[in-house]
């Protein structure tokens, strides 16, 4: 079965820097565009990265401006969310995600990040 595996969250500082990953099995990773979500407290989820199969094409958030990165390794079925300049704002939880369809959507459990002044 699908399975989404997320680590690299913490608690850093404003203005400090967050590596996450995503370690994908029961699918073939090298097909599927990833993406990242994230999930703050009474806020909806909303959509961080997106990096198509060969990792050519990426998209970004509005509010990224420029500070994440997101990327693949498709010989290790990883996706990385590079995270710099974080601020309060980012605090969230952090999910991977892929799909095969619009209505079947596969999550992770989250990795909590969390940015304090």
């Known amino acids: 079965q699908v399975q989404l595996v997320e680590s690299g969250g913490g608690l850093v500082q404003t203005g400090g820097s967050l590596n996450l990953s995503c370690v994908a099995s029961g699918f073939t990773f090298s097909m599927n565009s990833m993406r990242w979500f994230r999930q703050a407290p009474g806020k909806e989820r909303e959509l961080v990265a997106f990096?198509?199969?060969?990792?050519?094409?990426?998209m970004y958030g509005d509010f990224v401006k420029g500070r994440f990165t997101i990327s693949r390794d498709n010989t290790k079925n990883t996706v990385y969310l590079q995270m710099r300049n974080l601020n309060s704002e980012d605090t969230a939880v952090y999910y991977c995600?892929?799909?095969?369809?619009?209505?079947?959507?596969?999550w992770g459990q989250g990795t909590q990040v969390t940015v304090s002044s």
């Open positions: 995600n892929t799909r095969f369809t619009p209505s079947s959507n596969y």
């Open positions: 990096i198509r199969p060969s990792g050519d094409e990426t």
